[in-house]
């Protein structure tokens, strides 16, 4: 099946650093990226969905010059934790579909990166 | 606005046992549902894939049935076993292609 690979699995940053995270697909183009957050013992919640090209759609609540987005490529994209805060360590994951493809297939999921904030 | 939610929160069991996870959303116009798997400090793992045209789908000891009318979903583990502990979670894409997530099931299969 297709991948997305996500990098760093694991990244620890002192308060008011910033961290860039990514998020590639492997085998396939993803004009569309989307990333998550998941705070211990709760779901993923949607924070921004990445457009390859054009400016990232931000979730009610989510401070976009915070969380910075850059989708530079059909198979790229990167978020910034800018300033981070130790209320920022978080688990966060991205997701993609394959270019073209609806909503009646399936999404592939990064591994996930557990950021801490000290 | 899609809401879902999961029914247990939490399950233990002994090894052996077959399981049914609940999941339920409140948009029943939806293209698919899908179960995850997610294991503790780790990212998802796809379970199963069911259309909103299907009934059912199986892979291995696993099977999810879809009622789409009434906005439920099962996920059946048979014979369960150790190695099936994780949070499973159901999710059913929006309209913009995300995922909401249900809260999660955390299974526990004791040996």
């Known amino acids: 099946g297709a991948v997305v690979s996500q990098h760093p699995s694991r990244v620890i940053c002192k308060s008011g650093t910033s961290v860039k995270i990514e998020c590639r697909s492997l085998?396939?183009?993803?004009?569309?990226m989307f990333w998550y957050r998941q705070f211990p013992k709760q779901s993923l919640m949607l924070m921004a969905t990445?457009?390859?090209?054009?400016?990232?759609?931000?979730e009610q609540g989510v401070e976009k010059d915070k969380f910075l987005i850059n989708h530079a490529s059909l198979t790229l994209s990167t978020l910034t934790v800018t300033s981070a805060h130790p209320e920022d360590s978080s688990f966060y994951i991205c997701?993609?579909?394959?270019?073209?493809?609806?909503?009646?297939?399936?999404?592939?999921f990064g591994q996930g990166t557990r950021l801490t904030v000290v | 606005k899609q809401e879902v939610t999961q029914i247990p929160a939490a399950l233990s069991v002994p090894e052996g046992e077959n399981l049914v996870l609940n999941c339920s959303f409140t948009?029943?116009?939806?293209?698919?549902l899908q179960w995850f798997r997610q294991d503790p400090g780790k990212g998802l793992t796809s379970l199963l894939l069911?259309?909103?045209?299907?009934r059912e789908q199986t892979s291995g000891r696993l099977n999810a049935s879809l009622d789409k009318s009434s906005g439920r979903s099962t996920l059946y583990i048979a014979a369960s076993q150790p190695g099936d502990s994780a949070t499973y979670l159901c999710a059913v894409p929006n309209y913009g292609q995300n995922f909401v997530f249900g809260p999660g099931t955390r299974l526990s299969v004791l040996p």
């Open positions: 948009d029943s116009a939806i293209y698919n």
């Open positions: 069911i259309q909103s045209s299907q």
């Open positions: 990445s457009n390859e090209g054009s400016k990232a759609t931000y």
């Open positions: 997701s993609a579909r394959a270019a073209g493809q609806g909503y009646n297939t399936e999404a592939f």
């Open positions: 085998d396939f183009q993803a004009t569309t």
